[in-house]
């Protein structure tokens, strides 16, 4: 199974953008969830969503500006990012845990799949 995460650019401060993730293949999916990982740090969680009770978890750095949600289609994450910050640059990495059942939604092992990163470049 390979992912691919799309839709990054470059946004002024304050704008918004929408990341998805192809699969090539429809996963059934647990979990499923966005990472960043800024220059010079380390992969850090953002978002998750959990597929049986509709759960979402997010990082407190973006809790209220961002929505993650399901693309049913491909049973993959959706991230929806709104009223961005400078500290928001970063490559924004999919994942989805196809096993029924996993670790913590932060944690980057409890995650099966992980799809190539966007860049998201937020600018002044």
């Known amino acids: 199974v390979q992912l691919q995460a799309s839709g990054g650019g470059s946004v002024q401060a304050g704008g918004a953008l929408n990341l998805s993730c192809a699969a090539s293949?429809?996963?059934?999916?647990?979990?499923m969830g966005w990472f960043r990982q800024a220059p010079g740090k380390e992969r850090e969680f953002v978002a998750a969503?959990?597929?049986?009770?509709?759960?979402?978890f997010y990082a407190p750095s973006v809790k209220g500006r961002f929505t993650i949600s399901r693309d049913s289609a491909n049973n993959t994450p959706y991230l929806q990012l709104s009223n961005l910050k400078l500290e928001d640059t970063a490559v924004y990495y999919c994942?989805?845990?196809?096993?029924?059942?996993?670790?913590?939604?932060?944690?980057?092992?409890?995650?099966?799949?992980w799809g190539q990163g966007t860049l998201v470049t937020v600018s002044s």
């Open positions: 994942a989805v845990r196809t096993r029924t059942y996993g670790g913590n939604y932060d944690i980057r092992d409890s995650y099966d799949y």
């Open positions: 293949e429809r996963l059934v999916s647990s979990l």
């Open positions: 969503y959990r597929r049986r009770d509709g759960s979402t």
